[in-house]
């Protein structure tokens, strides 16, 4: 069974960095295929993917936010680290982190979902 | 960046009802589209992947079809359980955006 939870300070300041753990069980990021990601969705508002780390350390992250998105993980300790540096309060949101596998398609070819979610934690920027 | 565009933003319907929700995306995904749906204060669920491909453990009642930009998820027979809002998502580019949501609400 894979779970999956997040961690980190549920207020932050403006211009601080952000960092969120996410712990996770019943999978290794070691596997073949395999990603952890992280995704975001402010008060009332739709989702919105972070980044994603892959099995062999490959990283992907939104374009609008790259500049200020690291994410990290650790193999041994089965967690991933996302930092957000220069903080606002249009960051305020609830975070999740997600299992992400590849999954095969009907006519040929693999899709990458997230299949396993964190039951997220929120995080609200304000001084 | 592809956008994905969902309607409508919200129905209302009964216990029984067909419900239909449609996305589409702003040029040529093949079949590189998943739903989620979300219930009040949940974590998102992955409900159908590759436009069509039920995920395992969710109810047949649900169905997606489409290819290219136009996508739809179906509920054949809507349950107390599916009053959610559920979320398109694109994996076409790497970049996994997600559509605005509709929100299934009881009528």
């Known amino acids: 069974q894979i779970t999956l939870k997040e961690s980190g300070p549920t207020l932050v300041k403006p211009t601080q960095t952000l960092t969120l753990t996410c712990t996770f069980s019943?999978?290794?990021?070691?596997?073949?295929?395999?990603?952890v990601g992280w995704l975001r969705q402010p008060p009332g508002k739709a989702l919105e993917w972070l980044a994603l780390?892959?099995?062999?350390?490959?990283?992907r992250y939104s374009p609008s936010l790259e500049s200020r998105l690291t994410i990290t993980k650790d193999t041994s300790r089965n967690q991933v680290v996302l930092t957000m540096t220069n903080v606002d309060p249009v960051d305020t949101a609830t975070y999740f982190c997600?299992?992400?596998?590849?999954?095969?398609?009907?006519?040929?070819?693999?899709?990458?979902?997230?299949?396993?979610w964190g039951q997220g934690t929120l995080v609200t920027v304000s001084s | 960046d592809i956008q994905m565009t969902q309607s409508p933003s919200s129905l209302s319907a009964s216990v029984g009802d067909r419900v239909t929700i449609t996305c589409r995306a702003s040029?040529?995904?093949?079949?590189?589209l998943t739903w989620y749906q979300q219930s009040p204060g949940k974590a998102p669920k992955l409900l159908i992947y590759?436009?069509?491909i039920l995920q395992s453990g969710v109810p047949s009642r649900f169905s997606g079809s489409g290819r290219g930009r136009d996508f739809t998820l179906s509920i054949s027979s809507l349950q107390p359980d599916d009053f959610a809002t559920y979320y398109c998502?694109?994996?076409?580019?790497?970049?996994?955006?997600f559509g605005q949501g509709t929100k299934v609400e009881m009528k």
């Open positions: 019943g999978f290794s990021l070691r596997t073949s295929g395999v990603g």
């Open positions: 997600a299992h992400s596998e590849g999954r095969n398609m009907v006519r040929g070819g693999s899709t990458r979902v997230f299949d396993s």
């Open positions: 590759a436009a069509s």
């Open positions: 998502q694109q994996s076409y580019s790497a970049l996994y955006t």
């Open positions: 780390v892959f099995w062999d350390d490959d990283k």
């Open positions: 040029q040529d995904i093949s079949s590189y």
